[in-house]
């Protein structure tokens, strides 16, 4: 038996419902107040009806399920299909992340400014490869000062002496 696919637009006080007949496809649209919409579900046959997600969806769908006017149904297949690409396109970029974090480690381990940066405690391997890379030659810095400033850490460097 085929079920009558119905689409209710929730409001606060008019209800738009639309339905296609499955045997004929005939679309029919009524306008229900409030207090006759489980009357209208109660006196048609299961059907599976489609919401909109908004707050008070959760609460409709509740009371026409408790009043078994609707049918359960998640669109199964289709929701599983969606959600097995999905996580095949996760698998395939955690796998992506791992080939560059490889790289980068690799990179890190040949390079001497980030293996002594990567010693710093709490200094990490992307915190020291980024630095290394923002940078360059930490010797176009007089100081650490200015290098502080040069990341953002303090505000920028005007002092007077040369020697900061």
Known sequence: MKRTTIGLDLAQRIFQVHSVDPDSGEI???????????RYFANRAASVVAMEA????QYRARELLAEECVVP?????ALRGALRGQIEQIRA???QIKALERQISSWQ?????CRRIGEIPGVGLLTATATVATIGDARSFRSGREFAAFVGLVPRQSGTSLLC
């Open 109 to 113: 381990r040949r390079a001497e400014d």
């Open 54 to 57: 908004c707050s008070s969806s």
């Open 28 to 38: 029919t649209r009524q306008t229900l107040k409030r207090s006759q919409v489980l």
């Open 73 to 77: 149904e998640l669109l199964r297949g």
């Open 93 to 95: 970029l955690s796998e």
